[in-house]
């Protein structure tokens, strides 16, 4: 598969989605439908300097998007899927001596065990052109795949063309191919020049199913490959058929979940990304929502009502009721409820983050404690801390932020302010109600609150409540 190569097609402008970027960046399960292909496209082999892209509406947008290293060319008009592909005819000439696989950029649902088992076939059994087909229950809009007598393919008639006895044919067209280079670009010069092959004189439009056509009619061999998972045909034109699209995925990648030991005994509220990784006898609870690149280890307790993205956790992490963006999570830490992990934070080993605690850009070694309403940010904070209620780390000037650093052992009283820069030793200890601007020395206590001032009978003197007339 390394010399072989991709074609995607994804100049659709896709108006009934109503949106303002191309269609095909419209998201499946938080990840746009393109990435789907191409990620699933480098999974089969295909290396992404030999994937292209036939952009269209909105190009700029979608090739900033795209992974670097993957070419694109523009259909400046869209005249049908043949049309497209003859835009990327350099790019094919390229590879002229390997096959190549078309894809469409909409239909997300393309799986590798399809891709792969396809081309087996296509260089089995010697075709110049294999069209993946799937049965589906409901083939009203797509091609139909017409056979003879004998079973053997014959040709695509598409929905429009179809007389009544061909629209009873459920087997059906995916979009998707594998093609010789060679002889598809023999086909596109064909398709490009004869006006048998296209639909209307006047619509001039071009479509990629007359190539299987032309090369049948110049006795090259073409077949079809049906894949059992018939999702590969489906796309989304609109916002309802988007919401069907991440159902579908939804539930798919839950049950490869599952199957693998993670535990989801009710999945009610349940959103789970296709590149999230999970190992066995976690458990993920109802609401919870996790995406990206996100890596979670065994015997964690996820949610519920919790959100995770990029994250990286260890094992036997409980994380109830909070959220975590771009952190890491060490082996047996205990976060929530209502904690907020920011980025670039990393949670050490047996951490407790209690509830209304925040965490940014700050790395907090194992055993320490910050059980409620605390923020933290922008800190070292050693082994075996423990910081009260209502503490926070002051690390923004107005100007510039600056680090906090609390040494193992330090207990950090309630409703303490560290205004950074500033360092607190180690076993240090800080009175509650102190506003720290120096550094504490290691086994030090550092009070910073004024002598506390009573004022006998002040109320009654002074009646400063309403019912005291």
């Avoid at 590879?95 to 950029?105: M, S, T």
């Amino acid at each position: 598969m390394d010399e072989n190569c991709t074609l995607i097609l994804a100049a659709g402008e896709g108006t009934r989605m109503r949106s303002s970027k191309p269609k095909v960046l419209a998201e499946v399960l938080f990840k746009p439908m393109i990435d789907w292909v191409t990620d699933c496209v480098q999974r089969c082999g295909v290396k992404k300097e030999n994937i292209c892209v036939v952009t269209g509406h909105m190009k700029e947008m979608l090739t900033e998007h795209l992974e670097k290293g993957i070419s694109t060319v523009y259909q400046e008009e869209r005249l049908g899927t043949g049309h497209a592909v003859m835009q990327a005819k350099d790019f094919i000439e390229a590879h002229g001596h390997a096959d190549i696989l078309i894809l469409c950029g909409d239909a997300p649902l393309i799986d590798d065990g399809t891709v792969l088992s396809a081309y087996e076939y296509h260089k089995r059994t010697g075709n110049a052109a294999t069209v993946i087909s799937a049965n589906v229950a409901d083939p009203y809009g797509y091609g139909r795949i017409v056979r003879d007598k004998s079973g053997i393919f014959s040709k695509i008639v598409e929905e429009r063309d179809a007389d009544e006895e061909i629209k009873k044919i459920n087997e059906v067209n995916s979009g998707a191919y594998w093609f010789s280079c060679r002889a598809l670009l023999i086909a596109l010069d064909k398709l490009g020049t004869d006006a048998k092959y296209r639909l209307g004189s006047a619509a001039k439009e071009y479509y990629l199913t007359d190539a299987i056509e032309i090369l049948r009619d110049m006795g090259q061999k073409t077949a079809t490959f049906n894949t059992k998972n018939s999702n590969v045909v489906l796309g989304a034109n609109d916002r309802i058929q988007l919401e069907d699209l991440n159902n579908i995925a939804r539930r798919g990648v839950l049950e490869s979940l599952m199957k693998s030991g993670v535990s989801i005994p009710c999945a009610d509220g349940i959103m789970i990304g296709p590149d999230v990784k999970i190992g066995a006898d976690t458990v993920i609870l109802p609401g919870t929502i996790i995406k990206g690149r996100t890596e979670i280890g065994s015997n964690c307790t996820i949610g519920p009502q919790s959100f995770i993205e990029n994250g990286k956790f260890g094992n036997n992490v409980s994380f109830m009721n909070s959220y975590c963006n771009d952190a890491e999570v060490w082996s047996g830490a205990e976060i929530g409820p209502f904690a907020r992990l920011r980025p670039d934070s990393r949670i050490g080993e047996n951490v407790r983050v209690g509830n209304f605690v925040e965490v940014k850009n700050s790395i907090v070694e194992s055993g320490t404690k910050i059980s409620h309403l605390s923020y933290i940010g922008d800190s070292d904070v050693g082994c075996n801390v423990n910081i009260g209620s209502g503490c926070a780390t002051v690390n923004y000037s107005g100007k510039e932020k600056h680090r906090t650093v609390i040494e193992n052992g330090a207990f950090i009283g309630c409703d303490t302010n560290l205004v950074a820069p500033v360092k607190v030793g180690e076993n240090a200890y800080t009175a509650a109600g102190s506003t720290i601007t120096e550094d504490v020395p290691a086994n030090a206590l550092a009070l910073a609150r004024e002598r506390q001032i009573i004022k006998k009978d002040w109320v009654k003197v002074k009646k400063p409540y309403k019912r005291q007339g």
